[in-house]
């Protein structure tokens, strides 16, 4: 099934989040409905890094959220940064956590997604569900809540911990245990669609070591569709 179109109509208030700067790396809150990079169309140019660019024009991309995801990124402002940032995230040494919505109530209070995913190459840019072709994914899940929203539909907060980082990871391991993320234009079903007006996937906090003075930092945003307030995550590993 060919994927639904969409115009592009990205949030302009506030215009760029800067959470932290220094000379080595920016740490901005990306909303909802913006692209972290350049689409190919003219109309799809406007994004993070290019918003970054006009006040830190040396910045660049170490790593990507889906235009639908809101939450934290990390940009580098020098080479030796991006490098050693990259690195991290490469050797998985990053600490990150999202939260979703997602439909119905998930049975088991904790537990873990091990599927491997490749690109849904006649539906790109869809992933999907190979264990003979699908490269290693895998994704630790705790139920925060089970509720109902306003007309009795169910659905459950959850807090997802990315072990890897293929791209639509959550948003296709959520769909494999029967709970596609509310708002999901791409992979919900009808009614989990309607239960919200955006994706309702937020990368709330990130944590990593600083490129060059080597001491940990942790960064944390509000989840944007949900009240509550979480734990910042924990500091041991340091």
């Not at 290019?50 to 790593?63: F, I, K, L």
């Not at 490269?135 to 630790?140: F, I, L, M, Q």
């Not at 999901?184 to 009614?191: N, Q, S, V």
């Amino acid at each position: 099934m060919a994927n639904p179109s969409f115009v592009y109509n990205p949030p302009m208030t506030p215009y760029l989040d800067i959470l932290y700067q220094d000379e080595d790396m920016v740490v901005a809150h990306k909303p909802s409905g913006l692209l972290s990079v350049p689409g190919k169309a003219l109309e799809h140019r406007d994004s993070l890094i290019s918003r970054v660019n006009r006040v830190y024009p040396t910045a660049t991309v170490v790593h990507r959220l889906d235009m639908a995801t809101s939450g934290i990124l990390v940009l580098a402002l020098n080479k030796d940064s991006h490098r050693h940032i990259s690195k991290q995230f490469e050797l998985r040494q990053t600490k990150k956590r999202y939260f979703a919505r997602v439909h119905g109530h998930v049975e088991q209070d904790s537990g873990e997604v091990n599927l491997p995913l490749i690109c849904d190459w006649p539906n790109r840019p869809k992933q999907m569900v190979d264990f003979e072709r699908g490269k290693k994914a895998v994704t630790h899940f705790d139920v925060i809540e089970r509720t109902l929203d306003e007309k009795e539909r169910p659905y459950s907060l959850v807090a997802l911990y990315p072990i890897t980082g293929r791209s639509h990871q959550l948003r296709v391991h959520m769909l494999a245990l029967g709970h596609p993320i509310l708002g999901d234009r791409l992979y919900a079903h009808e009614e989990a669609l309607s239960m919200a007006p955006r994706l309702q996937l937020h990368a709330e906090s990130l944590s990593l070591s600083h490129p060059t003075l080597g001491h940990w930092l942790h960064f944390n945003v509000a989840i944007p569709f949900s009240p509550f307030c979480p734990k910042p995550l924990s500091e041991s590993f340091e």
